[in-house]
């Protein structure tokens, strides 16, 4: 699909929303909190949506649930790509991930308002909870005082279903759905099923929801890449004055992810006035699988032939290694190469066989009472984040082969290894060292909050609220990474001679089409990498067990932060039907920390090993972050709005980990030594928030709205060398420090209609679309970014929406896209052009294009078949110059099938 008249047809779709007539009934007040409405339809969910963006006193954007378990998309990061100002990525398992917002991704999440994380992270993994569990999800792009603090960009708060959602009696609902993967040929599946009861108790009632869902998904993402680009003066003769990659390759992460969930919820109203409730969450990750690579050292032969130039040229400092140099090295005349053949060469396949695991128990309880005037909730809850990662390397190559590259055969690179001879599993060395990478961390947090607002009989204030939190964090991280290598010659003993089993050698589970024509190749066994590492340290000369965790990257963490707010809400009548109101408060927020690490003085033992040297610091910080906002109500249909707000995001534990791996001091204090590590002085990230909107809400369900938002961000954290005194001897220090800034500012546009006034038929259309412009700029001075975008920020990016619901059938056709962004920095080192300070990863434009379609078959059972990227939109990235590509990245296609039964 064009991009172009995707967009065309979007805005036609708004310019027809804008121009329709409103309808007398829309003066009428409508529902703030979707989830207090049972949503039953497409329709039902978008309006429900809608009403809560309306009639929030912030700036939200919503997803509802267009039934149990079937969120409006696969994922909850899926569906979140859908509002404006929201991007995301495709994840090495063809998964939606990484949401970020307007920009920035220090997001807070929350589960039904309470804070959640993975591991000792401060951000939310949202492949950790299945869609199918989430009844709805807010995104805050503006920021209150009664808002949990800790995300810059905004906040994320996702619903889990509840008993009071639904009418009194008996409700179950089960749902499942099977999707089968074009890439990785695997069929996968999802299911769930939801029982919950209402029921009068007393003066009051009573209701209690279990709902369990498990789901597998079977991926395999092949890529392709060239590495960085070089100088041919400066490698194998043959190739004079042309720039070649440094190597070539690809990969195939294979493998499946599997997600059990369970939740429950007792909620009792033991009068009209007073509410308890319980509620529980257990979600877990699971996933197992391998990156399979497939290299060429071109570089390391021993001589280019057949090379050809193409006709982008350029002057550019090169060092001795070939690479981008300083003004002090030589200037070379270059031209970007087009195709050559490297001989002598190295061809090398490794298995990075891995296992992930992640356990989240959320437990919460607590007590709402409200009267005429008074509403008090009083939440105590308890979060739970265990997470372990568990990566086993082994590399393999064969020596003396001739490799033919093509540098860019249409947006990517392509290799073709003569004689195939990866294909055979004979004849392989090993290579390199037995790597190891392992982590784990665990990391619980108790909350407990009190919210209450006061309603006040006055001409401007209307309400009153205040509150207070608590929360004590503690996290532990400990890992390491390194192995022994192989003993012997390097890259010298076969692999078959060594006794290891038959089947340690196997062919790889997938192919990459631009490698050797998409033949297989042969590689280590992934599973006895995982099942009998003990075997491989053995054969590598390492003792049994896994090796000792790294004191230096280890470390503990504990957290208590005492926040509490005012805030007035106020409201002047303009008339019959216009008004002013809008939020005035602050938020101040407390917190102290104590950090334990380990330093390092690297041989600094008396045996001349290294010192270990514990390591704790306490910390303490006060925050203030106000804010105010103003909605003028012009008319029931037409609004607009302006919102300030403060916003902070912590620093992570990891940054904050008070240890240092320090050279060994020598006896000249006068000479600077060289160290690095963790800061636990590190302040928080602050940002000043503004926003402004136009809102416009006609029909039963429609609206359209534009948006401008500004923020200034300072203290981001960054690395940064300093010079420092420790025991007497000076030290060049590399830490993390508060030196980032940067500045963001952008126009969002929104809408939805439905086409109410076509004949009969044709009534159930609508449409759907959104509209972002990020315009983001590094403001740190001396910085390397310093004038440019912030990584991972698309300028532009689109959602355009057709849509039906009548007569039992409902259908949507969603077409998202984002143009091309700098994803990483690789430095001054790469040679794709002219001398510059900084060469980026540039990643093309990219749309995908998402379709549902289900019929009622009865009132209570529903089918849909989907299909998720079916155009195939693909990952395509280069170094700064689109002649000289990196990476393409194969997104799959998925088409599935589902089924809800309701009762």
Not at 289 to 297: E, G
Request: with cysteine; proline share 5%; charged share 20%.
């Amino acid at each position: 699909m064009n991009h172009i008249a995707t967009l065309i047809l979007s805005s036609s779709a708004l310019a027809l929303a804008a121009a329709a007539p409103a309808h007398a009934q829309d003066a009428a007040p409508l529902p703030a909190d979707a989830n207090d409405i049972i949503v039953t339809g497409q329709r039902a969910s978008l309006e429900a949506a809608r009403n809560v963006k309306r009639n929030s006193d912030l700036v939200v954007d919503s997803i509802v649930a267009e039934d149990i378990g079937k969120l409006p998309d696969t994922s909850v990061a899926s569906a979140l790509q859908r509002i404006a100002g929201v991007q995301v990525q495709n994840g090495f398992n063809n998964e939606i991930q990484n949401p970020i917002i307007r920009g920035i991704g220090d997001i807070l999440t929350t589960l039904d308002g309470r804070e959640i994380f993975t591991g000792v992270g401060r951000g939310f993994s949202f492949q950790d909870l299945p869609a199918e569990a989430i009844g709805g999800i807010d995104v805050y792009k503006s920021n209150s005082a009664n808002l949990i603090e800790g995300g810059v960009a905004g906040v994320i708060d996702m619903k889990l279903q509840k008993p009071f959602n639904f009418s009194k009696g008996l409700t179950v609902a089960a749902n499942g759905r099977v999707y089968h993967g074009d890439v990785s040929d695997k069929t996968s599946y999802t299911g769930g099923v939801l029982v919950s009861n209402r029921w009068d108790a007393g003066d009051g009632e009573m209701g209690l929801l279990v709902d369990v869902s498990y789901g597998r998904n079977n991926f395999s993402r092949p890529v392709s890449f060239n590495c960085d680009p070089r100088s041919a003066n400066h490698g194998p003769p043959g190739a004079t004055d042309m720039v070649l990659p440094t190597c070539v390759g690809g990969t195939t992460d294979t493998g499946h992810n599997t997600r059990p969930q369970v939740n429950a919820a007792f909620q009792w109203e033991i009068t009209p006035e007073l509410q308890v409730y319980v509620d529980g969450l257990y979600t877990g990750y699971r996933s197992k699988f391998a990156t399979n690579f497939i290299f060429a050292d071109l570089f390391a032969g021993n001589s280019i032939t057949n090379a050809v130039a193409g006709s982008d040229c350029f002057s550019a400092h090169v060092n001795g290694a070939g690479f981008n140099g300083s003004s002090t090295d030589p200037v070379e005349n270059l031209c970007l190469g087009q195709s050559a053949t490297f001989n002598g060469v190295d061809e090398l396949t490794s298995t990075q066989a891995k296992k992930q695991r992640t356990d989240q128990y959320v437990l919460g309880g607590g007590v709402k009472w409200d009267t005429d005037t008074a509403h008090l909730v009083f939440d105590a809850s308890y979060i739970q984040s265990k997470n372990s990662n568990r990566t086993i390397i082994v590399d393999v190559a064969k020596h003396n082969g001739t490799v033919n590259v093509i540098v860019d055969d249409n947006g990517h690179g392509t290799t073709v290894m003569e004689g195939d001879p990866l294909s055979n599993p004979d004849g392989f060395v090993f290579a390199n060292t037995l790597f190891q990478d392992l982590n784990k961390s665990n990391s619980r947090q108790y909350a407990f909050k009190l919210d209450s607002t006061f309603d006040i009989d006055s001409d401007v204030l209307r309400e009153f609220q205040a509150g207070v939190r608590y929360s004590d964090r503690k996290g532990s991280f400990r890992a390491v990474a390194g192995g022994p290598p192989f003993p012997g010659p390097d890259r010298g003993t076969l692999v078959s001679s060594v006794g290891l089993p038959s089947d340690f050698m196997v062919r790889s589970p997938d192919s990459i089409p631009y490698i050797n024509n998409g033949s297989h190749w042969y590689t280590p066994n992934a599973d006895y990498l995982l099942n009998n590492t003990d075997e491989l340290r053995a054969l590598y000369g390492a003792p049994a067990g896994d090796p000792a965790w790294d004191p230096t990257r280890n470390y503990d963490a504990s957290e208590k932060t005492w926040a509490a707010y005012v805030q007035g809400k106020y409201q002047i009548d303009l008339g019959d039907t216009a008004l002013i109101d809008g939020l005035v408060g602050v938020r101040v927020v407390s917190t102290r920390r104590t950090l334990d690490g380990t330093s390092r003085v690297i041989g600094g033992a008396p045996d001349g090993g290294d010192l270990f040297v514990p390591v704790s610091r306490d910390t303490s910080d006060v925050y203030a972050l106000p804010n105010a906002s103003i909605r003028f109500r012009a008319t029931p249909q037409l609004q607009f709005r302006a919102n300030y707000a403060k916003t902070m995001a912590r620093p992570t534990f990891g940054d904050l980990n008070p240890g240092l791996s320090l050279a060994a001091p020598g006896g000249n204090p006068n000479v600077t030594l060289a160290g690095s590590g963790g800061n636990p002085d590190l302040k928080a990230q602050l940002s000043d928030n503004f926003d402004v909107t136009a809102e416009y809400y006609f029909g039963r369900s429609s609206y359209v709205s534009i948006a401008g938002y500004y923020r200034k961000l300072k203290d981001r954290v960054a690395s940064s060398t300093s010079i420092q005194t420790i025991d007497g001897y000076r030290y060049e220090i590399t830490q993390p420090r508060n030196v980032g800034s940067s500045k963001l500012k952008g126009v969002e546009v929104a809408g939805q209609m439905f086409f109410d006034f076509l004949p009969e038929g044709f009534d159930g259309l609508g449409a759907m679309g959104t509209f972002t412009l990020a315009d983001s700029k590094v403001t740190t001075p001396g910085d390397l970014l310093e004038g440019e975008r912030l990584l991972g920020v698309s300028k532009y990016n689109y959602t355009a929406g057709a849509l039906y619901e009548k007569y039992g059938v409902t259908a949507r056709v969603v077409y998202t896209w984002r143009s091309g962004y700098n994803e990483t920095l690789f430095g001054a080192g790469t040679l794709a052009g002219p001398d510059t300070t900084s060469q980026f990863n540039k990643v093309k434009s990219n749309g995908r294009l998402d379709f549902s379609i289900g019929y009622d078959v009865t009132p209570n059972i529903t089918v849909t078949v989907d299909g998720v990227n079916v155009t195939g939109g693909k990952y395509y990235s280069y170094f700064d110059n689109p002649a000289f590509p990196h990476d393409i990245r194969i997104d799959d296609k998925f088409y599935g099938a589902s089924i809800r039964v309701k009762y």
